[in-house]
């Protein structure tokens, strides 16, 4: 009968990855009690995890009704309205909860990560710099910042933020995929090699690293980052982890073929990612695959000089 104990076993079962029963134990709490917010807040928290957004919303809209000053409320709800698309209103609560909680890191980070995606920049910057010295031990600050930087071109600063989040999680496999992608922008192949491997052995069902490890492989001008049998397994990865759907996953195995000397797969495997692009509307990636194509109807493997066909960890 002690509700704030279910509750709060709720919660260590949550973390144990036990979801039905510890959905089990803070139903029991608000029956036992259903006007202490901790156990809606315990049980909304749960059903974010699941996926289960609309009911954990109802449970954060009870809480904020028995506690209109809770800002893990506000800062949870926020969460699950950004798991719905709903960023408009996600950003409200995050501001709400830093209004009522100025030094909320995780909502500092979450407000930053929703205001970047609605391509403000420049608002995002300053909230993910704040996480982060409110937090500089959490390896996810370093990596909100790093992203932000990444997207912004701020290549030595997004190193410098994702090396920091390798080093305090070094098994984050988003922030070995970034870090890659952020020393390949500097032209630092070398160092960026190693963390799209680790991030494949960290997370092989991801087909992000594998493709922009076999675009390495495949199309550099420097025949010791080449190997056409490694482009090709990879790639041929990347496309089946993501069900042959992605246009630049099948243009990155047109030119691991090339790379292979397979020019009439190279040809076809051109052909469909072109087509595909076509038809999701990407006029720019269709002609940039269309002009790789050509490479391969006259027998010759594609180099790359300026563009990157990389994908980001975000």
Known sequence: GYARAHSNLGVALMAQGKQEEAIRHCEHA???D???PKSHLNLGFVLDQQGKWSEAISHFREVLRLDPRNA????NRGNALMAQGRQGEAIAHYQEALRL???HAEAHGNLGVALMEQGKPHEAIIHLRKEVRIDPGSARAHYNLGIGLLKQGKLDEAVANLREAVRLN???PEAHLSLALALAGQGILVKAIPH???????KPDDPRPYNNLAWIRATHPDPGFRSGAEAVRLAERACELSGHRDPNLLDTLAAAYAEAGRFPEAVATAQKAAEMALAAGWKETALEIEKQLQHFKEGRPYREVQRTRAQDGS
């Open 30 to 32: 608000i029956r036992i």
């Open 72 to 75: 893990d409320a506000l800062f």
């Open 196 to 202: 799209y491997q680790e991030a494949i052995r960290l």
């Open 170 to 172: 070094p098994e984050y």
């Open 34 to 36: 259903p006007t202490l």
């Open 101 to 103: 909680d100025p030094q």
